[in-house]
């Protein structure tokens, strides 16, 4: 059940989108989310002061997804995944260099099937991708542009990202002067449970709890020396975010959509799909 700051919340955006005389059904919402995403592939733009480098992280198996040949180049609406979340970035004027990090001997196939046939703008390298995500992060940020004051980390397996919604994270912390970083994320919808070896052992207040997606933006000197000084102690971290926590770092939350999934099973393949696919018609 919602808390009542949660509806009142929602009831005041509803309010505030009508006042502007906005349709806030769900079907002009979907429409709206499909029409940025193709966008997107004809919106590439790069600022001649532009300060963030992206790095996409391609580089995973996809054990679980179960498809063979992995889930980077699986076509979403006739175009390899990777494409459309390279497109997002590319659609981004704050984004100078884009860096794919993916497995060394797939370097040449994925540039072939999810760059080269598009007119993309920003500058695009390869990074071969190592045997953790943490790794595959590190040696994006080699091969990144030291130039660039900021790096936008990204899941190459979240192909829906909104461009609106990478520039408002990367301002985020660019109007936060005491911030090391901003990620992406959205509010806990679900009541969460504390289980203990198959038993509920408690019920924590769900509204301190948020699902964390990418991208997630960082000054790129305190995610540099994050990123050494996780990789000389041994430390693993789930996201980026949390090697710059273990320093003391502080790091904003930027509400992001529910429709930024990642890829990650094959049911979720069916709600991109869902998603896209209807913008054909």
Same mark, same amino acid.
Not at 23 to 39: C, G, H, I, M, N
Not at 117 to 125: A, E, L, Q, R, Y
């Given at each position: ?85 390279? *497109? #997002?970035? !590319?659609?981004? %004027?704050?984004?100078?260099? &884009? $860096? ?8 040449? =196939?994925?540039?072939? *099937? #999810?760059? !080269?046939?598009? %007119?993309?703008?920003?500058? &695009? $390298? ?8 943490? =790794? ?8 990144? %542009?030291?130039?660039?004051?900021? $790096? ?130």
């Amino acid at each position: 059940m919602e808390t009542s700051a949660q509806a009142q919340k929602a009831e005041s955006r509803s309010q505030n989108a009508e006042s502007q005389g906005r349709d806030t059904s769900p079907f002009a919402y979907a429409e709206k989310v499909r029409q940025d995403l193709f966008a997107s592939f004809s919106s590439g733009v790069v600022a001649k002061n532009a300060k963030t480098v992206a790095i996409i992280l391609a580089g995973g198996s996809g054990q679980r997804f179960g498809n063979a040949g992995g889930k980077q180049l699986v076509e979403i609406a006739g175009r390899p995944m990777l494409s459309w979340s390279i *497109a #997002a970035f !590319d659609a981004v %004027d704050d984004i100078g260099q &884009i $860096v794919v990090v993916c497995p060394p001997s797939r370097a040449a =196939e994925y540039r072939h *099937a #999810a760059i !080269d046939p598009f %007119d993309f703008v920003t500058p &695009i $390298v390869m990074a071969p991708s190592g045997g953790t995500r943490q =790794e595959s992060a590190f040696s994006g940020l080699e091969y990144a %542009d030291e130039a660039f004051e900021f $790096v936008a980390m990204h899941d190459g397996a979240r192909p829906l990202i909104a461009p609106e919604v990478i520039s408002h994270t990367i301002n985020t912390l660019k109007g936060s002067y005491d911030a090391d970083g901003a990620v992406v994320a959205t509010p806990a919808v679900d009541t969460l449970k504390i289980v203990d070896k198959g038993v509920i052992v408690g019920t924590p207040d769900r509204s301190v709890f948020w699902n964390v997606q990418t991208p997630q933006v960082f000054r790129s000197g305190v995610y540099r020396r994050a990123q050494a000084a996780a990789m000389s102690e041994g430390f693993m971290g789930t996201d980026d975010a949390s090697l710059i926590e273990r320093l003391g770092g502080k790091v904003l939350v930027v509400e992001g959509k529910r429709d930024n999934i990642k890829l990650t099973l094959p049911e979720d393949f069916f709600m991109m799909s869902a998603i896209v696919d209807t913008a054909k018609a």
